[in-house]
């Protein structure tokens, strides 16, 4: 069960839940791929060449590129990990932001404190449809999501269930 199925107060519900675009995955599996990819075309090079000696300079190439694939492996398994670590979302009383693996860090901010929502896309991201989302709260409390899908979907939940509390808490009931 999720972090966030589990802090539920009574009559809480999920309004939303931000996800990792998938750019992100891609990013996570080229930054393996790619590198395992030139290593294999340098090693069917260096088994086509004559075997001279070990100053062939394709089994240089194959040393340098087996480091940059271990770099790979760590930023790949990194980035996974990153993902499946981390929960985004809002509920009908909050927002809630979950990330860690030995450790959980959280940041939960109340809806009525929502002072300001901001979207944050570059070029290539509102081509794409990603972007980061920044929550500040009253008092200095502000929290900056990771790389989202639909991060104008994201905020209109925000600003959709914070108008239901604000009407919810209206002396008016309306």
Same mark, same amino acid.
């Given at each position: #069960? +999720?972090?966030?199925?589990?802090?539920?107060?009574?009559?809480? !519900?999920?309004?939303?839940?931000?996800?990792?675009?998938?750019?992100?995955? $891609?990013?996570?599996?080229?930054?393996?791929? $790619?590198?395992?990819?030139?290593? $294999?075309?340098?090693?069917?090079?260096?088994?086509?060449?004559?075997?001279?000696? +070990?100053?062939?300079?394709?089994?240089?190439?194959?040393?340098?590129?087996? $480091?940059?694939?271990?770099?790979?492996?760590? =930023?790949?398994? %990194?980035?996974?990990?990153?993902?499946? !670590?981390?929960?985004?979302?809002?509920?009908?009383?909050?927002?809630?932001?979950k990330h860690g693996v030995f450790s #959980?860090?959280? +940041?939960?901010?109340?809806?009525?404190?929502?002072?300001?929502? %901001?979207?944050?896309? +570059?070029f290539t991201a509102r081509m794409f449809?990603?972007?980061?989302? =920044?929550?500040?709260? !009253?008092?200095?409390?502000? =929290?900056?999501?990771?790389?989202?899908?639909?991060?104008?979907?994201?905020?209109?939940?925000?600003? =959709?269930? %914070?108008?239901?509390?604000?009407?919810?808490?209206?002396? !008016?009931?309306?």
């Open positions: #069960m +999720s972090y966030i199925d589990q802090s539920l107060g009574d009559g809480e !519900t999920i309004i939303a839940r931000a996800h990792f675009h998938w750019l992100y995955n $891609l990013s996570a599996w080229g930054s393996l791929l $790619l590198p395992l990819l030139v290593e $294999l075309v340098l090693y069917v090079e260096a088994i086509q060449q004559p075997p001279v000696d +070990s100053s062939n300079p394709y089994y240089l190439g194959m040393l340098l590129v087996g $480091l940059w694939v271990l770099w790979g492996l760590f =930023t790949c398994v %990194k980035l996974l990990v990153i993902k499946g !670590t981390t929960e985004i979302g809002v509920t009908s009383h909050r927002f809630v932001e #959980m860090h959280t +940041s939960e901010i109340a809806l009525p404190n929502i002072e300001g929502v %901001k979207v944050h896309q +570059s449809g990603f972007g980061t989302v =920044t929550i500040e709260g !009253t008092g200095v409390d502000s =929290t900056t999501t990771p790389q989202i899908a639909n991060p104008v979907a994201f905020v209109r939940a925000i600003q =959709t269930a %914070k108008e239901h509390i604000a009407a919810r808490n209206s002396p !008016t009931g309306a």
